[in-house]
């Protein structure tokens, strides 16, 4: 991905620290994309936007025959790596690559499932992404999306719901700040829809018991305004 949609050096760094067991991604989003997810035994599964690998371990972990991790930032790739350096041979490859751009190391119909948590509303080219990932699953394979919720996202950051604008989401101390864009739901699920996926599952995740030990305060914003949208989608 480019520069506004991966997270690059240190803010890569301070990413992939913080996935490992924030309130947010570790214990709210998270429990929620693998629950969609199910049973990948003996599965090829694709994580787009595969961050520091903490998917890509949970899908082997799970029995996946065969995990692509696909992500544009190299210092999160760096992590992933260090992350699955336990995983059986053979069972993980790694790519960097900008997903902005079409999938043109993966065959039609090569990929069982897709993953992409969190990455959606980072693209701009998001109606060729989607079109990408239709073409590399085999029919009656599936996409499991998370994505920023619109509703928490227009709560967030004020204005018009319809206001499609990108925006800054301050992280750490450091003057980082995640750029995504915000999108309505009526974009979000028509996009996916019109790319020809057939919805199975919607949730809206709420913070864990775990989330609340990490970080009480934001478990309890998780309960009282929806934080992210997770999709569990089938190619016909």
């Given at each position: 991905m480019t520069a506004e949609t991966a997270y690059?050096?240190?803010?890569?760094?301070?990413?992939?620290?913080?996935?490992?067991?924030?309130?947010?991604?570790a214990h709210t989003d998270r429990p929620a994309m693998l629950e969609l997810v199910g049973d990948v035994?003996?599965?090829?599964?694709?994580?787009?936007?595969?961050g520091a690998g903490h998917y890509a371990a949970e899908l082997v972990a799970r029995g996946a025959a065969a995990v692509t991790g696909v992500?544009?930032?190299?210092?999160?790739?760096?992590?992933?790596?260090?992350?699955l350096a336990s995983a059986p041979a053979g069972r993980v490859a790694l790519h960097l690559?900008?997903?902005?751009?079409?999938?043109?190391?993966?065959?039609?119909?090569?990929?069982?499932?897709?993953?992409?948590?969190?990455?959606?509303?980072?693209?701009?080219?998001?109606?060729?992404?989607?079109?990408?990932?239709?073409?590399?699953l085999r029919p009656g394979g599936a996409l499991v999306l998370s994505t920023t919720h619109p509703t928490g996202d227009w709560v967030?950051?004020?204005g018009s719901y319809f206001d499609e604008e990108r925006v800054r989401l301050p992280m750490g101390d450091g003057g980082h700040a995640l750029v995504y864009r915000r999108l309505t739901l009526e974009t979000v699920i028509?996009?996916?829809?019109?790319?020809?996926?057939?919805?199975?599952?919607?949730?809206?995740?709420?913070?864990?018991?775990?989330a609340r030990v990490a970080d009480e305060r934001r478990w309890r914003k998780t309960h009282q305004q929806p934080m992210f949208l997770a999709l569990r989608l089938r190619r016909p």
């Amino acid at each position: 991905m480019t520069a506004e949609t991966a997270y690059h050096g240190p803010l890569g760094e301070l990413f992939a620290a913080q996935a490992t067991d924030s309130a947010y991604n570790a214990h709210t989003d998270r429990p929620a994309m693998l629950e969609l997810v199910g049973d990948v035994t003996d599965l090829h599964v694709l994580d787009l936007g595969c961050g520091a690998g903490h998917y890509a371990a949970e899908l082997v972990a799970r029995g996946a025959a065969a995990v692509t991790g696909v992500d544009g930032s190299a210092s999160l790739l760096d992590a992933a790596r260090e992350r699955l350096a336990s995983a059986p041979a053979g069972r993980v490859a790694l790519h960097l690559h900008d997903l902005e751009q079409p999938l043109g190391f993966l065959s039609d119909g090569s990929a069982d499932l897709a993953v992409a948590a969190l990455v959606h509303h980072h693209l701009e080219r998001r109606t060729e992404f989607l079109a990408e990932v239709h073409r590399v699953l085999r029919p009656g394979g599936a996409l499991v999306l998370s994505t920023t919720h619109p509703t928490g996202d227009w709560v967030g950051f004020g204005g018009s719901y319809f206001d499609e604008e990108r925006v800054r989401l301050p992280m750490g101390d450091g003057g980082h700040a995640l750029v995504y864009r915000r999108l309505t739901l009526e974009t979000v699920i028509g996009e996916l829809l019109a790319a020809g996926f057939v919805l199975e599952r919607l949730r809206e995740p709420r913070g864990t018991d775990a989330a609340r030990v990490a970080d009480e305060r934001r478990w309890r914003k998780t309960h009282q305004q929806p934080m992210f949208l997770a999709l569990r989608l089938r190619r016909p």
